[in-house]
């Protein structure tokens, strides 16, 4: 009842006209951040802070827009991943998975819709927990140390290798490929440059921006231009209905749910978030989808149940981000540092006593996010027409806009030419790999994953004195290990056991 009483006063903080005004304008700015690619809501939420303190905001406003800014945002990478096969977010890889063959099925309005509304109820079961569960979570995400981050990394990649694709060898190739891009740069233990090749541009690394248009993007567009006729593409269809049916939100409801638990658990994790929830998501919605419904089975092809349990995973994780900011004070991803960093301009100082002495900006907090939910349900399905429209612009236009939107997301990272030469080098090189079979998704996890795994590698083997059984000493990381080991071998032998079980029955007849 305590709870309860604090989440009605949090909604009456959330409610007033300046906190509702501005819950809405983030949700719109969100969305439209997470439809650019290469922006992100990281860069968003860095520009608003002077603009926050000049205008004079209490903390708990401040924070009310910058969390509508950050959820919008997972709400919008959606968009240009299934309509384009241009991930506006990193969480957003395994939505052009399904969204974009469901686009060119002549589904894309269904698509948009069925996601933004299990992109709803993910946030809504993330933010519940929050309200019922975030200090014993909070706890229990402590538990995990560099030695399990290890071991869910490659409890990561396994799933992808095992289950995204039939070809293993060459989604193990993608992973190494993400790996290596993630290491060039400085050292951040010794200092020392990697694979820089003595350009001073690569010094920092490459930008994911960069990375990811130059992988999907400008790859999509060597294909599209590679399929056109007459001016006109031939890839995707006309749109059909702008919103599903009651037939369609049954046929995906377990998936959402599943979906929405992954990412409220994964999203507790910090430095884990909606990329990770996304592909355990994904892979987990698979592998039961190919016990109970083999024959149904359209992973990879345009599967509504694929969709529904990344678009719940990725948007769930980015709420239940806000568990270990708000009770630990320790921040789950980018975005929600920048917010803690906010907290510490006011004097503020975030973990559990914050829950005692500012009730109005935590509660004011939980209770925004599920306003904010409702208006970016409200802004997004009303849109799905309009966002659906985009595949009827003809190529001679479509093409060209693409080929901006993108130069402008990557320039806007470094602003140097550098990074667009290095855009189009890498939107060759991904062509030629898609054309090989080779998948990006797994590259593109490699990258936003590969610092994490190093970082935590390196500190358990310091913990260790270089011993590196200790990748292996703790009961959580035993079962990842497990869980990885299963996830990725018995793909391999399931068609070697069929074929001896088949061998054997025509030996008995």
């Known amino acids: 009842m305590e709870t309860l009483g604090y989440l009605i006063h949090g909604f009456s903080v959330a409610l007033t006209p300046t906190n509702l005004l501005l819950a809405s304008l983030g949700a719109i700015v969100g969305t439209m951040v997470g439809v650019l690619p290469g922006l992100g809501p990281i860069n968003a939420v860095a520009m608003l802070v002077p603009v926050v303190f000049a205008l004079g905001l209490p903390p708990e406003s401040s924070l009310i827009l910058m969390a509508a800014i950050y959820i919008g945002s997972e709400y919008g990478g959606r968009i240009s991943a299934i309509l384009l096969n241009v991930p506006g977010e990193a969480s957003a890889v395994m939505t052009a998975l399904e969204g974009y063959p469901l686009a060119k099925q002549g589904k894309a309005g269904i698509a948009l819709s069925l996601s933004a509304w299990t992109s709803f109820v993910g946030s809504a079961v993330a933010t519940i927990g929050i309200v019922l569960a975030a200090p014993v979570l909070a706890g229990w995400a402590l538990a995990f140390g560099p030695v399990e981050y290890v071991a869910l990394m490659v409890f990561a990649f396994a799933c992808l290798t095992g289950l995204l694709t039939d070809q293993p060898v060459k989604a193990m190739l993608a992973i190494a490929l993400g790996l290596a891009i993630s290491t060039i740069g400085i050292d951040a233990n010794s200092g020392v440059y990697r694979y820089t090749f003595g350009t001073p541009n690569l010094v920092d690394g490459v930008q994911f921006a960069t990375v990811v248009i130059g992988l999907f993007a400008i790859s999509e567009l060597l294909i599209m231009l590679e399929t056109m006729h007459g001016g006109t593409a031939v890839r995707i269809k006309q749109m059909g209905r702008s919103l599903f049916n009651r037939s369609e939100m049954a046929f995906t409801q377990m998936a959402t749910l599943r979906g929405s638990v992954i990412g409220f658990f994964v999203g507790i994790l910090p430095g884990a978030g909606g990329t990770v929830a996304s592909a355990l998501a994904y892979t987990t919605e698979k592998r039961i989808v190919d016990k109970i419904d083999p024959e149904g089975s359209q992973f990879g092809r345009g599967d509504m149940r694929g969709l529904a349990s990344v678009e719940a995973a990725n948007n769930s994780a980015s709420n239940s981000n806000f568990i270990p900011m708000l009770t630990l004070g320790i921040p789950s991803s980018g975005t929600t540092a920048i917010m803690l960093g906010v907290l510490t301009l006011y004097n503020l100082t975030p973990g559990p006593a914050l829950f005692r002495s500012q009730p109005d900006l935590v509660w004011g907090l939980i209770a925004s996010l599920f306003i904010g939910n409702f208006i970016l349900l409200a802004i997004n399905i009303p849109l799905v027409g309009v966002f ?84 292996w000493s703790s009961p959580i990381s035993i079962v990842l290990w497990t869980m990885a080991a299963a996830v990725f071998l018995v793909p391999l032998l399931m068609p070697k056991v069929q074929r001896w079980r088949s061998g054997t029955a025509l030996g008995e007849d």
């Open 388 to 471: 659906a429209r985009m595949l009827s612009v003809p190529a001679w236009v479509l093409v060209p806009f693409i080929v901006v939107v993108s130069a402008i997301g990557v320039y806007s990272g470094k602003s140097t030419t550098f990074e667009l030469v290095l855009m189009v080098a890498l939107g060759i090189g991904a062509y030629l790999l898609r054309r090989l079979g080779v998948p990006m998704a797994p590259l593109i996890l490699g990258l936003v994953l590969g610092k994490i795994l190093e970082q935590s590698l390196r500190r358990a083997l310091s913990l260790s004195a270089g011993e590196i059984s200790i990748l």
